[in-house]
């Protein structure tokens, strides 16, 4: 991992992750959400904190990409995307980019990239799960912010991308949050939902969806899970670090 002062050096002071971060949205109106689909990416990131972020939306939540109509993800699953680019609202309180295999041809990807950086201009909060947050990196969106990833990318890409990388599952630095990988999804949602509208609402949220995990296995991350279990693991996902490394060098 980047240490602090390595990352002051390299990108310049890092604020205080509460600095410039967003206060609760009025009761009053919707929560403005946009969750950027594209194709390859992994469905869990985004329908989990859909499912708990939905409540706060109603008739608000957009589901973003190149061209509406479906889109499929990194396991053939499509979802529906109900906007382009073009008509997503201009002023979002968040901004969402799932990850997934589909990460480094996004990372490329001068479209999507734009679309980024000008509504993350005026989103109050932008976010990602997964390897989402190399996407917000190549936009540049992440140059001296504390963040996570998947840990397959997150300590050798991230720094690639100017992000100062954390080892946590839900980091918050200003109005960046980012999440691990695809199950930390459900956690950056409620964490957020908890900041758009309160503690309370959250709970409810959590409590709606039964969310009391209790895995059968311990083996979520490479420290549970041992040597031999990371070795399969890393021969899955190799494809996938090779693309994001070579596109961060990009």
Wanted: glycine fraction near 10%; charged fraction near 15%.
């Amino acid at each position: 991992m980047v240490a602090a002062g390595a990352a002051v050096a390299a990108f310049g002071p890092v604020r205080s992750a509460a600095a410039d971060a967003p206060g609760l949205i009025p009761q009053d109106r919707p929560v403005r959400i946009a969750m950027v689909l594209f194709p390859g990416m992994t469905a869990l990131d985004l329908v989990g904190p859909q499912a708990l972020l939905s409540g706060l939306a109603p008739g608000s939540l957009h589901l973003v990409a190149k061209a509406e109509g479906p889109v499929a993800s990194d396991t053939g699953l499509s979802l529906a995307a109900t906007h382009a680019f073009e008509a997503c609202p201009p002023d979002l309180d968040v901004l969402f980019v799932p990850g997934g295999d589909g990460t480094p041809d996004q990372m490329r990807d001068a479209a999507l990239l734009d679309f980024l950086r000008e509504r993350a201009s005026r989103a109050a909060w932008v976010t990602s799960v997964c390897t989402g947050s190399l996407i917000l990196g190549a936009a540049g969106l992440l140059t001296g912010y504390r963040a996570t990833s998947h840990w397959c990318v997150r300590d050798a890409v991230l720094p690639l991308l100017g992000a100062v990388p954390v080892a946590e599952r839900v980091v918050f630095d200003r109005n960046r949050a980012t999440a691990a990988g695809i199950s930390a999804g459900l956690d950056l949602a409620l964490a957020l939902a908890a900041r758009l509208r309160g503690p309370d609402y959250a709970r409810t949220a959590q409590l709606v969806a039964e969310y009391a995990p209790e895995p059968p296995f311990q083996a979520g991350t490479p420290a549970q899970a041992g040597p031999a279990i990371v070795r399969a693991a890393d021969a899955i996902l190799a494809p996938l670090v090779m693309g994001a490394t070579e596109a961060a060098h990009r």
